[in-house]
């Protein structure tokens, strides 16, 4: 084995070729490990780390004193003695040993290690874990020893220590961290997954009144007593599975009575409704998340029922793979703070119509892999699809009937919203046109549609001169009476401008600030000028016969709409009846031939119009409304 040195050396070389011995004094050349490991090659380093990973080392090198985070991952380093840390200063603060075959730790062998802050030795061979070897390093905050073979724990006290791991060891007992003092006084965090631990005892751990998180998967912890975790002062985070013990977990009442637990996993424990008290989360008045997944609640849902009933602060609930029938109904009745739900992996036909009518705070709902056939919109009515951020419905035998096609259209509408879409979705075919074609009920709605096509037919008729109709009736309502001449007559506005609502901005943002700020014309513009609470008829016929002019801005939708067409209509009527002095067309586009009608073809032919979309003629635009606006006297 390699050991470090510094002191200066001569060697020989021998050349027994040509039988000469050939002996060279060399003059004190310094050892390689004289030198930092940075300078040498033997590490990467950046400005404060240092990686030494998978160099076949089989010691710890020097390094500069700007190093604070060693990494020594993979190398070997079976036996840690008082020479494994000479060439390290006191400045380093994270040092990674795993996988370096570590078989043992003498003790005292930190003693010029006190700033270190984290230490890993995960991954090696350590069966000891001697508690005060890691007192001299007086501002040790996180532990990894996770992935050795440590089966025995010597007391100690670490009183900086505010994480540590333990998993997949050789651990038979829970260890006694509160013999005589606690070993860790502000640990916060502690976990011992994997190891073979069946009895929990709490007065083993609750002397830790800082311990928020304790982490004791993969163990063999066969019963929960009353009030085990009542004692522990500050646990937020607890996790219990005994995946891989032949027995399964028995859990009596008010087990966890702890109002500062917030995250409870219990998945995988083989737990049913005979080993789950129904009152065994009593107390746990701010549980937040609890997961009960891969349980046995075949038989008797309604004690889950009742023993989840207390919880209504809960915010996460995770049931998947517990052989659930239904949905269980202490969601609907108590349980209206969730935001999430997973149910997947059951045998889950159904649910009663608006079950989630009172879960508002629920956003991501897993319920795929189930046996569910159909989904009415009443199951998951429009209120909670709108509030759904994630849904997951994937690998049901959905039955591809039209009972389906909200649901698919909902799909197709917002598959961003359905976990893992496409994948396990089916019947995303269905359409309503393949409904209607394939019901029973096409004959008779084909025969009573051929009943009423006369009627249809009569009402098209009338729907589409509707317009023409009530013009008529306005017109003979307001007939010209014996007019002033309009030279003599007073008018309000000077323009009356006719434009649909999609055009507004261009109103707004152009013409009026040019006619009106620059040119002192006054326009009537509906939405600023209509009397609120009139008819928009009468709004439209006395606004227009107390403006001078008229102004039409002309567009595609200006064509399409019904109530500038009865504007541009009025309009015309009122110049025939000398009314108003005369109509102005702004045509803002070119009008396509299925939006042009009769009376507007007739205005464009008979009406010189000015055309907005000349390229690079804005100012002859300008002036040419201008000049069309304006009163003779102004011009």
């Known amino acids: 084995m390699i050991k470090p040195f510094v002191e200066r050396r001569c060697f020989m070389m021998v050349d027994l070729r040509k039988k000469l011995v050939i002996v060279i004094l060399v003059f004190c050349l310094p050892s390689v490990n004289a030198q930092d490991a940075c300078s040498t090659g033997l590490c990467r380093c950046s400005y404060r780390t240092a990686i030494c990973g998978n160099a076949n080392l089989t010691y710890i090198p020097k390094f500069p004193r700007r190093i604070r985070t060693i990494n020594f991952k993979n190398n070997y380093l079976p036996h840690i003695d008082s020479t494994t840390f000479l060439n390290i200063s006191n400045t380093i603060r994270i040092i990674e040993l795993r996988h370096n075959s570590i078989q043992s730790i003498d003790e005292n062998v930190f003693q010029n290690l006190s700033n270190v802050h984290f230490l890993d030795l995960s991954d090696n061979r350590i069966k000891l874990f001697n508690i005060s070897t890691f007192l001299p390093i007086k501002y040790l905050r996180v532990l990894f020893l996770g992935n050795n073979k440590i089966s025995t724990i010597v007391a100690g006290v670490i009183k900086s220590l505010m994480s540590i791991t333990i998993n997949n060891n050789n651990l038979d007992d829970l260890p006694n961290f509160c013999d005589h003092q606690s070993s860790f006084p502000i640990l916060k965090k502690l976990t011992l997954q994997g190891n073979h631990i069946d009895n929990f005892f709490p007065e083993n751990l609750n002397c830790m009144d800082k311990l928020e998180y304790l982490n004791l998967n993969e163990n063999g912890i066969v019963s929960l007593k009353t009030d085990y975790f009542h004692s522990f002062r500050s646990l937020t985070w607890l996790s219990i599975n005994s995946q891989g013990s032949p027995d ?258 261009w109103v707004r943002d152009n013409l009026v600030p040019i006619m009106e700020d620059g040119e002192n014309i006054k326009l009537c513009i509906h939405e600023r000028n209509f009397q609120v609470g009139r008819f928009i008829m009468d709004n439209i016929v006395q606004h227009m016969e107390n403006s001078r002019k008229v102004l039409v801005v002309l567009s595609n939708d200006f064509a399409r709409s019904k109530w500038c067409q009865f504007e541009m209509s009025l309009a015309q009527k009122l110049v025939i009846d000398m009314s108003i002095e005369s109509i102005v067309v702004v045509l803002l586009e070119n009008i396509a031939t299925v939006n042009m009608s009769k009376s507007l073809n007739a205005l464009l032919k008979t009406t010189t119009y000015i055309s907005w979309d000349d390229e690079g003629e804005e100012d002859v635009f300008w002036h040419k409304i201008k000049t069309s606006l304006k009163r003779p006297y102004q011009l």
């Open 248 to 505: 399964p977990l028995i859990i009596q009442d008010r087990a966890f009575n702890n109002s500062k637990i917030l995250t409870l996993i219990l998945s995988i424990n083989m737990l049913s409704t005979d080993h789950l008290n129904e009152h065994a989360f009593d107390g746990c008045d701010n549980l937040r998340k609890l997961d009960l997944s891969k349980n046995d609640f075949v038989q008797n849902e309604e004690k889950l029922n009742v023993a989840l009933a207390p919880l209504k602060s809960l915010k996460s609930l995770y049931l998947n793979e517990c052989g659930l029938r239904n949905i269980p109904n202490v969601v609907a009745k108590y349980l209206h703070r969730l935001n999430y739900l997973y149910i997947g992996v059951n045998r889950i036909k159904s649910w009663p119509d608006n079950f989630f009518e009172k879960n508002i705070d629920l956003q991501d709902l897993n319920v795929a892999d189930n046996i569910i056939q159909t989904i009415t919109n009443k199951m998951l009515p429009k209120m909670l699809t709108e509030r759904l951020k994630i849904i997951a419905l994937g690998n049901n035998p959905f039955v591809c009937n039209c009972e389906l096609v909200w649901l698919i259209q909902w799909i197709h509408r917002e598959p961003d919203k359905f976990f893992e879409y496409p994948k396990g979705y089916s019947c995303l075919n269905i359409t309503e046109k393949i409904c209607l074609n394939n019901t029973g009920l096409f004959i008779s709605v084909t025969t009573v549609t051929c009943f009423f096509i006369f009627v249809i037919f009569i009402m098209s008729v009338i729907y589409k001169y509707i317009w023409h109709i009530k013009y008529h009736i306005y017109m003979l309502r307001y007939r010209p009476r014996q007019l002033l001449d309009i030279a003599e007559k007073h008018f309000v506005y000077d323009v009356f401008v006719a434009y649909c609502v999609e055009d507004r901005d």
